[in-house]
């Protein structure tokens, strides 16, 4: 088993620092997001009964490529996320997961008014 002690030590100095917290946060909140669109997909496949490289095939990808993308932590172009869910006969949606921000000209309000 390999001693991670050291590193978690560092990470743990290192998020003392506000900005690089609020940066190791942010990018593991989207790394997240990108793992849970992943799975969804892979669980679509698992579903439809397709192997990797069947849903290789069906995108005209090398199933290498498309093995690395479900078992490893990538950030994959949004035209591969794309083509693997129209593969799996779905879509990709954007979820607003609260409100809606005030766009800029809303948040400005005009003087006296």
């Not at 698992?46 to 290498?64: F, M, P, Q, T, Y």
Request: glycine share 4%; net charge positive.
């Amino acid at each position: 088993m390999i001693d991670t002690g050291y590193h978690r030590r560092r990470l743990d100095e290192r998020l003392e620092d506000p900005e690089f917290r609020i940066e190791y946060e942010r990018t593991r909140r989207e790394l997240a997001q990108v793992n849970a669109v992943m799975q969804s997909l892979d669980d679509l496949r698992v579903n439809a009964g397709l192997s990797k490289a069947d849903l290789a095939r069906e995108i005209g990808r090398n199933d290498a490529v498309v093995r690395r993308l479900f078992t490893s932590q990538v950030n994959p172009e949004l035209r591969t996320v794309a083509a693997l869910a129209a593969a799996l006969d779905d879509e990709i949606q954007i979820v607003p997961r609260r409100h809606r921000r005030a766009t800029r000209t809303e948040r400005v309000t005009p003087a006296g008014g």
